[in-house]
């Protein structure tokens, strides 16, 4: 089992930042691969970033490559995800999850653990 906690949601300005933290607990936080996901209103959740158990391997969406940063403190059993460059379109619920699989896997299926959500709105 693994319990997940996001944080650092909020509102910001187009073009400024933010820092989300997702919290782990349970199952030792090395062993998984943790991702970001997002669900604007009315859309579908998508995939934003993964990355590898050990940190050794980071996959992107297209949309946020080179102004998101995901990273994660094995140590601290915490996983970030970095967002500069903010656009109204970055709007949504991000959520941060886990997959036991290890499989740097960009589809939501394949994740077996999701935190509750944090909100983080752009305005324009």
């Known amino acids: 089992q693994v319990q997940l906690v996001e944080s650092g949601g909020g509102l910001v300005q187009a073009g400024g930042s933010l820092r989300l933290s997702c919290a782990a607990s349970?199952?030792?936080?090395?062993?998984?691969?943790m991702a970001w996901f997002r669900q604007a209103p009315g859309k579908e959740r998508e995939f934003v970033a993964v990355?590898?158990?050990?940190?050794?391997?980071?996959y992107y969406a297209d949309s946020v490559k080179g102004r998101f940063t995901i990273s994660r403190d094995n140590a601290k059993n915490t996983a970030y995800l970095q967002m500069n460059s903010l656009k109204f379109e970055d709007t949504a619920v991000y959520y941060c999850t886990a997959d036991l699989t290890t499989g740097l896997r960009t589809r939501e299926e394949f994740y077996d653990y999701w935190g509750q959500g944090t909100q983080v709105t752009v305005s324009s």
């Open positions: 990355i590898r158990w050990n940190g050794d391997r980071i």
């Open positions: 349970g199952r030792t936080f090395s062993t998984y691969d």
